[in-house]
């Protein structure tokens, strides 16, 4: 399963703001230039992911972006969640196709599906971007 690039610029630019956190608003030229990203898909990118609650801007000569929570309280399965929508591997986890799918209470396959699904959850939810930056300081 591939992550769409917005989904890695999302990323990228959370990831950013982290490192900024406390050095006030970080503008979309800065944001984009560290990180590789499109200033052009970047603005976009971040305004999802304000209306998601995770950022927040500041308008003005001095404004930009800052993350909404500290950086140990936001977690890549926030952003995931926030661009991508639910991370659900097969529908059947989400709920939609359980009362239609003939083969739900038998399927085979939804345990399988279920444990994998519960051990990805408990990396991007478990991995905040305070990890990510201690991480980086390691390499």
């Not at 800052?66 to 399965?77: E, I, M, N, S, W």
């Not at 009362?99 to 209470?105: A, F, L, Y």
């Not at 519960?118 to 201690?134: C, I, K, P």
């Amino acid at each position: 399963m591939a992550f769409p690039q917005k989904t890695i610029y999302a990323l990228r630019a959370m990831y950013e703001l982290a490192k900024r956190q406390g050095d006030g608003a970080v503008s979309i030229p800065i944001i984009a230039k560290a990180q590789g990203i499109p200033p052009r898909f970047l603005e976009n990118i971040l305004i999802q992911l304000k209306q998601a609650g995770l950022t927040q801007s500041i308008r003005g000569k001095e404004g930009g972006y800052l993350l909404r929570k500290p950086a140990d309280a936001v977690t890549v399965g926030d952003v995931l969640r926030a661009v991508d929508g639910p991370m659900d591997p097969v529908s059947c986890l989400g709920g939609e196709t359980q009362e239609t799918c003939p083969m739900h209470d038998d399927c085979v396959f939804l345990p399988m599906w279920q444990r994998a699904h519960e051990a990805m959850l408990a990396v991007y939810d478990g991995t905040s971007f305070a990890d990510l930056l201690r991480d980086g300081k390691n390499h």
